[in-house]
C-alpha cells in the first residue's frame, strides 16, 4: 500500500504561490524571482528540479555534499536521532554523540588538534576561532595580541569577524569600518605567471614573505594570528604555490603568532586527506570546519583547537567557566546524528583517496577547455576547479553568470559561479563518465555565450 504524502511532502515539491516574502542570500532577488530555479530533491550526483528535471551536481550543492545527496546512512541517522533525542541544551549539560564525534574529529585531523569546539556554520567556527585566539594570549600575559592578518580575496564567513578578515570588497563595503585592527596578505593568483597551471602553481611562494612586511608595520608583539585559506574557494579557487603554507607557518612560529586554517570548504576530501592541511604538511594551531562535515544534511561548524591552546584555558579553579561562549544549537544531536553517520559514509566508501585517485583525470578534463573563447585561466586541484572568463567591457560579472543561467536552463548542469569564475567541485563519489558530462556541457555553454 502507497504511503500518503504528507501537506509538507506536497508543498516542497511545487512551486510556491508567491515568492516575495523570502529575501534570498547572497542572491539578487529581483533578478531569480523573475525566472526562479527551484530545486525539490536530489540523490547522488543529481538535483531534480520543480520540472522534474535531472542536474548534474557540479558543485556538491554549496561546496558541501562530498558524499552526494540523500545517503541512505546519514538520513537514517537523522530520522532516529529526531526521534530519540531531538534536542539536548548544551550549557553546563551534555549528550553523548557531541563527545564521540569529538574524538573521531580528533583521530582524523593533524596531530595535536585534538579539541573542538562545535558551532552552526562556517561563519560562526570562525568567529569562535577568532574569541578563542585573544582569550588565549590574554591568558598568557600578552592581552596586548589583539591584531588579525587575513588575506585579500578571502572569505572566512559573514560574522562581524570574519568580515574583518576576509579580503572581498563586495562582502564588506555596506557594513563600515568593522571590526578594528585586522590587515591583510597579499593574494596568491598570479594570471600572468600563472595562468592554466596544472595544479599548483609554480610561482607564488614567496608571497608568503608578504607578512614579514605586516610584522615590520604593526610589531608582532600586536599580531594575535594569521587566516588563511589553504585554497580558497568563495573568490574562484585560488591556490598556493608548494612552499607558501610552509613559510607562513615558519614566520608565525618566529613571532609567537597563531595561524589558523580556514579549512570550511577543503575539509572532509576536498583536495586529498581528510583535510588541507595534511595534503600540505602543513599543522595550523586552529582550524575551522563546517560544510562537508554533515555533508550539509544539517547545519554544523566546529572549530579544532590544539592541545597547547586548549591547555591555556584549562587553569584556575574546576567549577569556573573556561570560555564565555557558545551557541544554543552548539552541537545539536541530529548535527552530532548527521556528522557521524556523514564519517562512517567516507570512510567505507574511501571517499577521501578519490579526489588523488581522481585528480588527474579531472585536471586533464577540465584543461581540456584550454582555448575556448573567453577562457583565460584554468585552475585544479583535488578534486576542485574553476573556469576564468575575462569580463566584458563595462560588465564585470555577467559573462560567468550568463554561463552558470545556461548551464542549468540549457545544459542541466549546476556550477557555482562567483564573478566572471565557473567554480566547481563536484561530490567525491563522482566518476569519469560524469566528469567528461560536466566538462562537455560546460564547454557548450561557453561556445554559446558571447
Known sequence: MRRAESPLSSL??????????????????????????????AEGMYYH???????????????????????PRIVQAIQQQAATLDFAPPFQMGSPLPFVLA????????????????????????????KIVLGYHRLRGEGQRTRFIGREKAYHGVGFGGLSIGGLPNNRKQFGALLAGSDFLRHTLDLQRNAFSPGLPRHG?????????????????????????????????????????????????????????????????????AFAAQRFG???????????????????????????????????????????HGYTYSAHPLACAAALATLDTYAEEHLFERAIELGEYWQSALHSLRGLPHVIDIRNFGLVGAVELMPRKDAPGARGYEVFERCFRDGGLLVRCTGDVIALSPPLIIDKAQIDRIVEILGDMINATG
Open 103 to 130: 574524538q573521531r574529529l580528533a583521530a582524523l585531523a593533524p596531530a595535536t588538534l585534538n579539541h573542538a569546539f562545535f558551532s552552526n556554520s562556517g561563519s560562526e567556527a570562525v568567529d569562535t576561532a577568532m
Open 282 to 324: 602543513v599543522t595550523p594551531d586552529l582550524m575551522t570546519l563546517a560544510k562537508g562535515l554533515t555533508n550539509g544534511a544539517v547545519p554544523m561548524g566546529a572549530t579544532l583547537v590544539s592541545d597547547a591552546v586548549h591547555a591555556a584555558y584549562m587553569q584556575g579553579p574546576p567549577a569556573a567557566i573556561e570560555l564565555f
Open 205 to 273: 611562494a614567496e608571497l608568503a614573505e608578504d607578512l614579514d612586511r605586516l610584522i615590520a608595520l604593526h610589531d608582532a608583539s600586536t599580531i594575535a594570528a594569521v587566516f588563511v585559506e589553504p585554497v580558497a574557494g568563495s573568490a574562484g579557487v585560488i591556490l598556493p604555490a608548494p612552499g607558501y603554507l610552509q613559510r607562513l607557518r615558519e614566520i608565525c612560529d618566529q613571532h609567537g603568532i597563531l595561524l589558523v586554517f580556514d579549512e570550511v570548504i577543503t575539509g572532509f576530501g576536498r583536495v586529498g586527506n
Open 12 to 41: 516542497s515539491q511545487q512551486r510556491p504561490e508567491s515568492l516575495e516574502a523570502f529575501w534570498m542570500p547572497f542572491s539578487a532577488n529581483r533578478q531569480f524571482k523573475a525566472a526562479p530555479r527551484l530545486l525539490v530533491r
Open 49 to 71: 528540479d520543480v520540472d522534474d528535471r535531472p542536474i548534474l551536481d557540479a558543485a556538491a550543492g554549496l561546496w558541501c555534499c562530498n558524499a552526494g545527496h540523500a545517503r
